[in-house]
């Protein structure tokens, strides 16, 4: 199974914000450390930022972080967020629907290729956080 650009972005986002837990940080710093485009890293930011994922702050002074602590937020749930990971195949116009086990087959794939998202949080990804600073800083 292949993650789609935007949950890529998405995970880049929480590193980010992880290995800087509690600081603001703006979408610009994010989108210059990765070099990724920074409108299309504003739209990532904003569902993630609607889905409770992250914090934003307003004004002069602002940005963005994690909403919850590392630990807290879990990559599966991530996953399913940005990814929608239902319905791999469009059975309604396939015509041996009724008769074919392919749909069950992919559901139990899929289940299993989230569980194990299910068992990893954002503090597992920045484990090395002073690594990962120094990293983002280059």
């Known amino acids: ?35 990724i485009s920074q409108n299309h890293l504003m739209k990532v930011v904003q569902d993630l930022a609607a889905a409770g994922f992250v914090e934003t702050v307003r004004g002069r002074n602002g940005g963005l972080r994690l ?10 749930a991530l996953l399913r967020h940005t990814e929608g990971l239902t319905d791999l195949l469009d059975c309604p116009t396939c015509m041996v629907r ?30 090395r956080r002073e690594l990962l600073r120094s990293l983002l800083a280059a």
Do not use: H, Q
């Open 67 to 76: 909403s919850r602590e590392a630990p807290d937020i879990n990559l599966g």
């Open 98 to 127: 009724s008769g074919c086990g392919m749909p069950s087959i992919l559901s139990e794939a899929t289940a299993a290729f989230i569980g194990v998202f299910d068992k990893y949080t954002v503090a597992d990804l920045v484990r």
């Open 1 to 35: 199974m292949r993650l789609t650009r935007y949950t890529d972005y998405a995970i880049r986002v929480l590193i980010f914000l992880g290995a800087r837990e509690g600081e603001l940080c703006s979408i610009r710093a994010i989108a210059s450390a990765f070099s």
